[in-house]
């Protein structure tokens, strides 16, 4: 725990302990051993730099949320950019996933992992879509893009 705190974050660009008490954390080493730190220790520079350090506190923090911030855009660029949306359309033909409780046991290891094919029926939102099958019985539930397959004949 003691090491989490004392180590600066890549997002933030200061330590968790940085951020709450307004100053760095001494090391335990630091206090056995003795340290330049520690022996140009004066009860008045402390004073004097602890109250310059609290005053600087608040934009350390609003530094700290700038950088978390561009970190997160950085972070879903990156993500967004491998992801590719399934443009489909009503009465199109899609493959539906074939999920664990609607697999066959008797099928096992080799049993089919798509199955279909479905016509796309109504879109209810953003990648949602209510499916009907080839005689244009309803499926039950609406399907999630991400569980379709565009099927090409």
Excluded: C
Aim: charged residues 30%; glycine residues 6%; aromatic residues 10%.
């Amino acid at each position: 725990m003691w090491s989490y705190n004392i180590t600066p974050r890549s997002t933030k660009g200061e330590t968790p302990f940085m951020l709450t008490y307004g100053y760095e954390a001494m090391v335990p080493v630091e206090v056995g051993s003795g340290s330049l730190r520690r022996d140009r220790y004066t009860e008045e520079d402390v004073e004097v730099n602890q109250r310059l350090h609290l005053e600087l506190l608040e934009e350390t923090r609003e530094n700290s949320q700038l950088r978390l911030a561009a970190y997160q855009q950085r972070a879903a660029r990156f993500y967004n950019k491998k992801v590719k949306g399934q443009m489909l359309k009503v009465r199109n033909l899609v493959l539906r996933k074939v999920m664990p409780n609607t697999k066959n046991p008797q099928h096992g290891v080799f049993g089919a992992n798509w199955e279909g094919p479905y016509k796309i029926k109504v879109i209810l939102g953003k990648e949602t879509y209510h499916l009907e099958d080839m005689e244009g019985k309803l499926v039950p539930r609406a399907w999630n893009a991400e569980h379709l397959r565009k099927y090409y004949q």
